[in-house]
């Protein structure tokens, strides 16, 4: 299967050298028609106003929720999952959303005093030793709606989520070699 990486501003690389230390076929993609050839997409962390805007003006944001209703596997970190929600909390006026998955997240919930951590997290589906997360001036999920299935908590916070075909976590899988929450996605498809 060949997963895009969405590939307009962010964290990109890590994601691609991600998938390709399992053997998945990966690729970044940027065009409504490279969106639609994906049979999986993950949107990376960056900066989610700026990613919101460039989607919007290349016309991406149609594509990806094409990609979701055909039932093809979507992920989100840190940035990637702000644009996926369907509510955003002091988010600018003018964001560009996806407005896709059934959880409110905060952004720039750790604050300014813990920009960036690292800490071991339990993920639900991940079986064996903890997943090492690394948190960015990370989102949480403040709350979940309907069949939003929660993944992990960091200190009662919500930090990764299901619902169906969408995988939303706050932190970045792709700043370490443990490979495991992107075979996890992979298998969601
Ligand atoms: N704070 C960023 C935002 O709100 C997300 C940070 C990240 O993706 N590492 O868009």
Redesign the pocket.
Known sequence: MAVGVLSVQ?AVREHLEALASLGVEARPVRTPQEIAASNALIIP?????TIGKLMARYGLLQPVRDLVAAGKPLMGT??GM?LMAKNIQNSAADQPSLTLMGITVQ??AFGRQVESFETDIEVKGIDGRPVRAVF????IITAVNGDVEVLATHQGRIVAARQRNMLALAF?PELTDDSRVHEYFVKMG
Do not use: K, L
Not at 45 to 49: A, D, F, N
């Open positions: 962010g962390g960056g900066e989610s106003t840190c940035a702000i952004r720039n960015i001036r990370a989102p970045h």
